[in-house]
């Protein structure tokens, strides 16, 4: 009997699974994430940050206040008419600058997490397969950085490479690739003796072959998971870090730096510190309810019920 005559013989419902297409189960997947409100509520909010993060700075008010403008004549200006989010403290348009700054904390909590995921990912992914002394030196590191607090470690990083986005950005990326690395080496070791790496071996397909066309490919969907969660939390850490002094450097408008800056008017100009502040929010929960959404859809325990 023939393998698909094996699994017609076991019934209806394993067959219906067993022939569906890729084509098919995209489809699928995607109805369950659209019957996920949150999920689509995520990702309609990053689907704004991000049009807001594109085009934003070309419709922006006032142009000038984003390049470091001043005007003392209308500091700590409450919200009204002409300055929807108010004034800071040499009048200079907070709209303006929170709308421009969501470029550089995007691109920043963006680039943080792509860094840490090719870094990790690919560590994790080599110590899960081969084991033995490669398995052992890698993971030796990586809990050498486990062992210290992510904030900590950034701010040391930082400190040493000095202020700067870019430099931000490498710093915060030498401290998230270590949850990767461990992900990734769990999921491969899972997959390096299953059925499919199995057959691939059978039919000769050489270590490399095995590992990044069959195993890794396989192992990809729950670290998107968790890379679509931590986007929020690069960019809270990032703008954590321009909070105090490390992150972007001043006139260039930084969600974190604002929020610093406003610290010290909270008494009389709730606004300069609140709006940048909801900025953040917004983008850590968007990201949070769309890893959820990600996680229901490329879950297997709930395609089983699916």
Not at 8 to 25: F, K
Not at 231 to 251: D, E, H, M, R
Request: glycine share 10%; net charge positive; aromatic share 8%.
């Amino acid at each position: 009997m023939s393998a698909r005559g094996a699994l017609v013989g076991a019934g209806p419902g394993r067959t219906r699974r067993a022939a569906w297409s890729p084509s098919e189960r995209q489809r699928r997947a995607l109805r369950r994430f659209r019957q996920s409100p949150l999920s689509m509520v995520g990702l309609a909010i990053i689907a704004v940050l991000v049009l807001v993060a594109v085009v934003g700075p070309f419709l922006v008010p006032y142009p000038d206040d984003a390049a470091g403008a001043v005007n003392i004549r209308e500091k700590l200006d409450p919200p009204s008419a002409a300055h929807v989010f108010g004034t800071d403290q040499v009048g200079r348009d907070v709209f303006t600058r929170v709308v421009v700054g969501a470029r550089t904390s995007l691109l920043a909590g963006l680039t943080v997490i792509a860094l840490a995921l090719s870094v990790g990912t690919l560590l994790g992914a080599v110590a899960g397969f081969f084991g033995g002394k490669v398995d052992d030196a890698i993971m030796r590191v990586t809990d050498i950085f486990l062992t210290i607090p992510d904030l900590i470690l950034a701010m040391a990083f930082a400190a040493a490479l000095g202020p700067g986005l870019f430099n931000v950005m490498v710093a915060v990326s030498l401290v998230w690739w270590p949850g990767y690395c461990r992900l990734a080496r769990a999921n491969v070791i899972a997959l390096r003796e299953a059925q499919f790496a199995e057959a691939a071996r059978a039919i000769g397909a050489s270590r490399r072959r095995l590992l990044f066309g069959h195993v890794l490919p396989n192992a990809f969907p729950t670290i998107l998971v968790k890379a679509s969660m931590d986007v929020g939390f690069a960019v809270l850490t990032t703008a954590a870090l321009g909070f105090i002094g490390l992150g972007t450097q001043p006139p260039t408008p930084d969600w974190g730096v604002m929020i610093a800056d406003g610290r010290k008017y909270l008494r009389e100009a709730w606004w300069y510190s609140t709006f940048p502040g909801l900025a953040i929010l917004l983008a850590v929960l968007a990201f949070n309810l769309l890893g959820d959404g990600l996680r229901d859809v490329l879950d297997p325990r709930a395609r089983k019920g699916a």
